[in-house]
Structures are given as C-alpha cells and as structure tokens.
C-alpha cells in the first residue's frame, strides 16, 4: 500500500471507493503477534503467541476473559484491545444483571462491531487498531468471530490473524472440516500445532503459548503451562525433530511466507 | 376492597409474553397494561435481533424484578403483583415480583389473599406429577375458596396453559360453578333456608384449625329458630 492523498481523514473516500484509513487500521493488525481460534460444536479454544517487549519484560497478555462462556483474543494496538474487552465485559455484566442469563454471543459481536463502524464515520475519531477473535457459547452452539477495525464481523470455524497467521491459515484450512465433531484435546491440540505453525522453526515451548478454552459445562479458562507443555510433548518428541504430528510434519516446512507488514524489526513499540 | 371485577366482567390479567412466557397480574390494572407496553418494547427488540436466541421466562422474571424494583426505589411503584410462568427448553418456570420488587420462584405461587387462603391448600395437595386436569381442579378449589370470600368479584375464571409449543387453552373467562338465575329468591327458598347445618363448614375445615393450640376457629353461624 502507498501514500496517497486520499488517505489523510477516515471520512475521506478514494475515487475507487476505499476508505484507506480503515484499510491501514487493518494493517495494525496485521502487525501483531498471532492469535487463533477455533471451535468444535461445544468447545472453543483460542490461542495466542507470547510476545514480550525485550528479554526484561513481561509478555502482553492477548486473550481476555469476557464471561464464563465468552473469551477474546486480540492482534493488533493492545491498548484499544483493552479497552474493547472492558466494553464487552460491561456489556456481558449488564445483559447477565437484568435478564439473569448469558448475552448471546452474536449479540455481544453486533454490538461491538457497530462501535467499530462509528469510528470510521467521524472526523474526530480513528478506528480502532485492533482485531478481535470472540469465541464464545451459548443456546445454539459455540460460535468463533472475528471483529474487524473496520467494523465488519464474520463467523468461523477456525481463524488465525496476526503476523505470520497465514501459515496457520493454511494449517487449519486442511483440518477445519473435522473440527465441529472433534474432542476437547484434539481441538487443544489443533490451536497449539496452528500456534507452531506461525512460529516458522523456532521451537515450541509451552512458554511460548497462551491458550484458553471454554465449553459446554467448562466455563472460560486458561490452560496452565504444565498442560500445554504435555500436549507439547506428544508431537514433539525431541526438539528438532518431528515425529508424530501426522501429515502437519511434511508441510510445515513448506509453509507459505509470513503476510503483511514488513516483519518484526519494524512492528511499532505500541503494538503486540 | 381487593380485586374488584364487580363492574368490568371482562378484564384479562393474563397475557402471553413472547414465545415461552405467561404474566398474570393483580393490582392496578392500568400500571399492569404499562408492564405490557414494556414487555412489548423487549420482546420486539428480541425479535428483532432475529438471531435464534429468544427470551424465556426465567429472563422476562428478572427483567420485571428490576422494573419493579427500580420503580419502588424512586418512590413512584407500578401497583402490581405480578406472576410469571412459562416453559423453555423443557424447562418450566413459575415466579413472582411484588411492588416493591421481592421477587422468587417457587413451584406455586399467589397474590394478595391468595397467599393466605390458597397457598396452604397447595403446600398440601401440590406435587411434581400433578396432571393438567388434577391441576385445574386443585386451582379450581383454590378460587373457589378465595371467591366465597371476595363480596366483589364475580364467578368467571381464566385459565391458561403453557407448554413447550406455546401459551395454549388461554380460555375466555369460565363461569366457576353454580348458576343461580335469580339470587336472591335462591337465597330466600326453601332449599337454602332448610338446608341441614353440618359439622364442617365446608371441606377446608383445617384452614381454621389452629393445630398447636388443638381449637377450631370456625367462623360463627347464624342458627335460625324457626328451622332448628
């Protein structure tokens, strides 16, 4: 994408018909650590890579606890994450005092992408720079989105965004099919393997990984590092050398390039 | 006086509330037709939605326990006691919101006098296997009670069914029992005048009877001379 003279406002559209602020919001995105999500017909499990700041720091943390049964991963500028994750949690705790039940997933999803679509109306505001993975149950079924900066939300079966998410878009485009009948670990074990994918050869430690799940009668959680670690164990035997993670082994090496912006030495401090 | 159906014979205080839900009212019945215009206002806003998600009893209850509690906390109460039931998912639901917003579920529920004179007879003879036709009987036997001592309602019941499938056999009001065409000339006949005072004063008797103090609080008759 290249400097043009449409692009200075969000209210300004190009002669094409593109408002490319909104489109560089979702560069930003691009731009973060990995997360990704996936979900079988009663669990969902969203996953994230663990980023830190230097060798000194603590990682960011990118998977946020909404409700017992919504959770959210974010990619993208942490801080307009937060903020959006507060907003989903008020308005979970608010739908939960006055009705006593769950708000719907695809409820609380609308009502976050219409906050986004305001941003990209009006002089005064930017998009937020954030995308969200909301994973989350409820009466019919469990249910993965994606909210976009642009304020566009999609339903999935498995989604990866983040830098060098398209090697584990690839990943899951060859296993989603049998996601909706899988276990509670194979699903585990799915997202911990999309997770090894974007990681491009570094090796897979449980330190390395956030992972969460929740589920019909398993409220939202986070796995602590002594199970992903065992999970670890079962494909990777010995670090460098693969054994058992069936055919995912032979194409990971020829995973496609890393997508988007130009790669770590240039991901701006603010962004995780 | 308490519920007065002495001059509009017709009033429902019964309406279905969405798909899953059934509201029954006492009070004031223009605050009860301002609690409809509400549930009108949410269940629209659900529907509109149009997301397979729909609201059951159990989130239409505490919607209303917050209206009416709300309402109670800015001194200005919708003057209503409010029953809710209704089925969803298999699941059935019976609650009930007061003015001042108390609010619980329990498995049979009243209003007003009810909660004095019909809720022990239920306590009594209410179980989990009730049939629909042992139910209707049993609340029968409860308005019947509550009616003997009402001096202004009238003998016409509603009666309503919720299931699974929906609010069903809302009826129009049914005449309770007995029709006299002339009142007072059955009052002043023969039958009525001769008729043999028994030992109980009808089948409620334990109602009056003070079990820890073993006395028997009947009210007191009017034995008339001449028949004696």
Known sequence: MFRNQYDTDVTTWSPTGRLFQVEYAMEAVKQGSAAIGLRSRSHVVLASVNKAQSELSSHQRKIFKVDDHIGVAIAGLTADGRVLSRYMRSESINHSFTY???????????????KAQVCTQRSWKRPYGVGLLVGGLDESGAHLYYNCPSGNYFEYQ???????????????????????????????????????????????????CTVSVLGVDEPFHFLDQESIQKVIDTFEKVPEEEEDGGEA???????????????????????? | SYGSTLRYKNIERMKAIGKHSLLGASGEISDFQEILRYLDELVLNDNMWDDGNSLGPKEVHN???????????????????????????????????SMIGVSFEDNHVAT???????????????????????????????????????????????????????????????????????????????ACRNRAIGEAWDDYDSIFYNAWLKVSIEPTWFVDPDVV
């Open chain 1, 100 to 114: 006593e039940s769950p708000l719907p997933v695809g409820r609380l999803v609308v009502r976050l992408a219409d």
């Open chain 1, 249 to 272: 082994e032979a194409e990971a090496a020829a995973a496609p390039a890393e997508q988007g912006g130009a790669g770590d030495q240039d991901v701006a401090p603010m962004e995780m």
């Open chain 2, 63 to 97: 919607y209303l326990t917050r209206v009416m509690y709300n309402r109670r906390n800015k001194f200005n109460p919708l003057w209503n006691t409010l029953v809710l039931g209704g089925v969803k998912n298999g699941e059935s639901y019976l609650g009930m919101v």
């Open chain 2, 112 to 190: 007003g006098f009810g909660n004095h004179l019909a809720r022990p007879i239920l306590r009594d003879e209410w179980h989990a296997d009730l049939s629909f036709e042992d139910g209707v009987k049993l609340l029968e036997k409860c308005m019947r009670v509550l009616l003997y001592r009402d001096r202004s309602a009238i003998n016409k019941l509603q009666i309503a069914k919720i299931t699974e499938e929906g609010v069903t056999c809302e009826d129009e009001p049914i005449p309770l029992f007995d029709h006299f065409d002339d009142t007072r000339k059955a009052a002043k006949s023969a």
């Open chain 1, 158 to 208: 498995a989604f990866a965004i983040g830098s060098r998410s398209q090697a584990a878009k690839t990943y899951l485009e060859r296993r989603f099919e049998s996601f909706n009948e899988s276990s509670r670990e194979d699903l585990i074990k799915d997202a911990i393997l999309a997770i090894r994918e974007t990681l491009q050869g570094e090796t897979l430690k449980s330190s390395l």
